[in-house]
């Protein structure tokens, strides 16, 4: 990894505030020492009540895989002696194993196209690691029956889907995830 790779990295991760040391602790330990190529650091906190509960996710590209790390605390009242916990992970993912890597852009105003007014960016992977069935009562075209059709349904990839906004995580992240989304669809077509 480049020194320069590095300390980007760990400024982004120092930026976020939450556990700098921990996190990208988890993250290099499963890098090892492959370069990094990309990475993507993406902050989420979520309130409950009168808590505030963090969340960091990490992505890494590497020559051969695509490491995600996570990050998340748990209140104190959650934990014998109230004391603050934090879980972290990291998972390693070979790029031939990725399906699927899915862009999608929200533009503002669309009737006037500039490419740089993206408000919204979601990157959807998925290298088959976890999927959600969607079920629903199955029916039949005739409006009075009332047979049991059983269920139909679909079977849906779900790996993971990191979502930024201009308004929440600022432009030049929501930049970032897009120039690293289209660098992951590269070297995994």
Known sequence: MST??????????????????????????????????DFVVHHEPTFNHDQIHRHVTILVLTPTRLVVGHTDDHAADDHPGGALQAATSAESVPLRAVDT??????????????RDAVVET????????????????????????DADHGYSGSLVG???VVRMSAAADGKQNVDRLIAFGLRLQRATA
């Open 4 to 37: 320069s790779t590095r300390e980007a990295l760990r400024a982004d991760v120092e930026t976020c505030g939450y556990y700098p040391d921990l996190v990208l602790d988890s993250v290099l330990l499963t890098v090892g020492d492959e370069d990094v190529l």
């Open 101 to 114: 890597v899915t862009m999608t852009r929200v533009m503002a105003e669309p009737d006037r196209y500039d």
């Open 122 to 145: 979601w990157l959807t992977l998925n290298w088959g690691s976890l999927r959600r069935i969607e079920l629903e009562p199955a029916t039949c075209a005739d409006p009075n029956c």
């Open 158 to 160: 779900d790996d993971l």
